[in-house]
C-alpha cells in the first residue's frame, strides 16, 4: 500500500462539497464535462485529513445534513450560543422588546410577573442555522466524486489501484452508514483497506456516524425549541400545560421510534457483516453499463478492486474472513458503544436547552430574583451535561430491548405488550427528571438548594445509568 505517484494523491475543502446544500452530492446527471469540472475542485496535498465512505445509494438529503453536522456543527453550536447570550443580554437591558408573564415555578419573594423573551432562543436558532449552512470548513477531504477522474480511464485506473495507499496516508475514516452501505463493492473495500492498512498505527481514527443521526438532531432540536417556545410565549396556565405534556408525549415516543429504527439497522449490519461475499456486494459502473450519460465506455470497478485484493489481502477469501470478523467487531464497537451517536453530538443536539434557559434567567434577573436566576443555570448545567444525554441513553438502550424482542418471533400479544412496555417505559424516562425537579423545588423552598439537589442527584443517576446501558454486551440479532 505504498504510494508509488505522489500527485494522484488529492484532496478537496469541505466546503467545497457541502457547498449549495452539498451540489456535489445531489447532481447524479454525469458527463464528460462535468466530470473534469469536479476533479479540478481537488488539488494534490502530502496527506488526506479525512476520507469519506459512504453509498451513493443511500438518501442524500440526509447524508448532506449528517456531513453538514460533521463539519460544520462544532462552529453552528457556538455561534449560536453567543447569539443567543448576547439576545439575552440585550433583554435584561431593555434594548430588545419583551412581554410580561407569571413563570410556571414561583420565588419566594418573587411571584408575580416576569419580564419575558424568545430573543435568546431565537437567535441561537437562527445563527446555528446560517452557520450550518454557510460556514467555510477548510479541512481537506477524499470524495470518490472529486479526487478521482471519473472521465479519464488511465487516471482513474492509476487511482484506484493507489486506493490503498489513500487510505493508509488517511488521517481518519468517515463512515457514513446505511442500510445500503454493507451491500456496496466500494464501501466494504474502504473499510476494510482502512482497518488493514493502520493496523498499527494507534493515532489512525475510524469515525462512523449512522445516516439516522441526521432525523433525531432535527426531531431533538425542533422538539426542544417548540418546546421552550411554548413556555416562554404561552401563560402558565393549566390548559398550556396539559398541552406541553400531551407534545412532550408525543417527542418521546418519536424519539425512541428513530432509535428502533437504528437499532433495526444495528442487527442487519451484523448479518451482513457475518454473512459477507465479495461476489455478492455490488458497484455502481456494473448497473450502468460501465458506459457515462454520454455513451463513454468506464472500466470495470470490481475487475481492478479484485486485483488490488489480491495484492493486499494474498486471496479475495482473506478479506472476506477479515470482514466477518475484526472488521466487523470494530464498526459495531464504534456505532454501539456508549451513548448513542455520541456524548458531544447530543450536548450539540441539546444546545437549545441553553438558548431557551437564557431567556429565562434574563428574565428573573432583570425581575430582580437574582436568587432564583442563579438557581435557573444550575438547572441548565444539569440538563445540558447529563440529564439529557442520559435520557437519551436510557431511550436508546429501550429500543434496542425492543428491536431483539421484535426479531425473536413473537406471538401478536407478546409483540403488542414489548411494544407497549418500551413505549411505557420510554415516557416515564421522559416525565420523571422534570416531575423530580418540580417536587424539589415545591418541596425545599429555596430554590438554589433545590436546583444544586436536582443536579446532584440527577448526576447520581445519570452516572448509574452510563454504568448500566453504555455497554451492551451484544448486538446480536436473536433471529439470526
Not at 13 to 28: K, Y
Not at 199 to 223: E, H, R, Y
Not at 329 to 357: E, M, V
Amino acid at each position: 500500500m505504498q504510494l508509488q505517484k505522489p500527485e494522484l494523491l488529492r484532496a478537496v475543502p469541505a466546503w467545497r462539497v457541502l457547498r449549495n446544500f452539498g451540489r456535489v452530492l445531489r447532481d447524479s446527471s454525469v458527463n464528460s464535462r462535468k466530470l473534469r469540472a469536479l476533479f479540478l475542485l481537488s488539488a494534490k496535498v502530502p496527506f488526506i485529513k479525512e476520507f469519506w465512505s459512504h453509498s451513493w445509494h443511500g438518501r442524500q438529503s440526509m447524508k448532506i445534513w449528517l456531513l453538514l453536522m460533521l463539519k460544520n456543527g462544532l462552529p453552528a453550536v457556538c455561534v449560536g450560543t453567543f447569539a443567543a447570550f448576547l439576545a439575552a443580554g440585550l433583554s435584561y437591558l431593555e434594548i430588545l422588546p419583551g412581554w410580561y408573564k407569571a413563570p410556571r415555578i414561583q420565588s419566594p419573594g418573587f411571584s408575580g410577573e416576569f419580564r419575558y423573551s424568545c430573543w435568546a432562543l431565537f437567535s441561537g436558532v437562527v445563527a446555528s442555522l446560517l452557520t450550518l449552512l454557510l460556514w467555510r470548513s477548510g479541512d481537506r477531504v477524499f470524495l470518490d466524486r472529486v479526487c478521482i477522474h471519473q472521465g479519464d480511464d488511465v487516471l482513474k485506473a492509476q487511482a484506484i489501484l493507489h486506493l490503498g495507499a489513500f487510505l493508509k496516508s488517511s488521517k481518519t475514516l468517515v463512515v457514513v452508514w446505511d442500510a445500503t452501505y454493507l451491500s456496496r463493492l466500494w464501501c466494504v473495500f474502504e473499510l476494510a483497506a482502512f482497518l488493514h492498512s493502520h493496523k498499527d498505527d494507534v493515532q489512525a481514527k475510524l469515525v462512523i456516524k449512522p445516516i439516522v443521526v441526521a432525523p433525531l438532531m432535527f426531531i431533538m432540536m425542533t422538539g426542544g425549541v417548540l418546546s421552550f417556545a411554548f413556555e416562554l410565549i404561552l401563560p402558565s396556565n393549566g390548559l398550556v400545560l396539559i398541552v406541553q405534556a400531551v407534545y412532550t408525549l408525543g417527542l418521546s415516543l418519536l424519539a425512541t421510534y428513530v432509535q428502533e429504527h437504528f437499532w433495526h439497522e444495528v442487527f442487519t449490519a451484523e448479518q451482513q457483516f457475518r454473512a459477507f461475499r465479495w461476489q455478492e456486494v455490488t458497484c455502481a459502473c456494473c448497473s450502468t453499463g460501465h458506459l457515462t450519460a454520454d455513451g463513454q465506455r468506464i472500466l470495470c470497478d470490481r475487475v481492478i478492486l479484485e486485483q488490488c485484493i489480491v495484492q493486499w489481502f494474498g486471496s479475495v477469501e482473506a478479506l472476506e474472513a477479515l470482514v466477518r470478523t475484526s472488521t466487523r467487531d470494530t464498526f459495531l464497537q464504534q456505532a454501539t458503544r456508549g451513548f448513542p451517536f455520541g456524548y458531544l453530538w447530543l450536548l450539540g443536539g441539546g444546545s437549545f436547552i441553553l438558548w431557551g434557559q437564557a431567556d429565562h434567567v434574563a428574565a428573573r434577573a432583570h425581575g430582580g430574583a437574582h436568587w432564583h436566576a442563579t438557581s435557573v443555570l444550575i438547572t441548565t448545567v444539569a440538563w445540558f451535561l447529563w440529564v439529557s444525554p442520559s435520557a437519551y441513553l436510557v431511550f436508546g438502550r429501550i429500543a434496542r430491548w425492543m428491536q431483539k424482542k421484535q426479531g425473536a418471533k413473537l406471538s401478536a400479544p407478546s409483540y403488542c405488550t414489548v411494544k407497549f412496555a418500551g413505549y411505557s417505559a420510554s415516557v416515564v424516562s421522559t416525565f420523571l427528571p422534570s416531575l423530580w425537579q418540580w417536587w424539589l423545588y415545591s418541596t425545599l423552598l429555596d430554590p438554589v438548594l433545590a436546583a444544586l439537589a436536582f443536579a446532584g442527584t440527577s448526576l447520581v443517576f445519570a452516572i448509574l445509568a452510563y454504568g448500566l446501558f453504555a455497554n451492551p454486551q451484544t448486538q446480536r440479532n436473536p433471529s439470526g
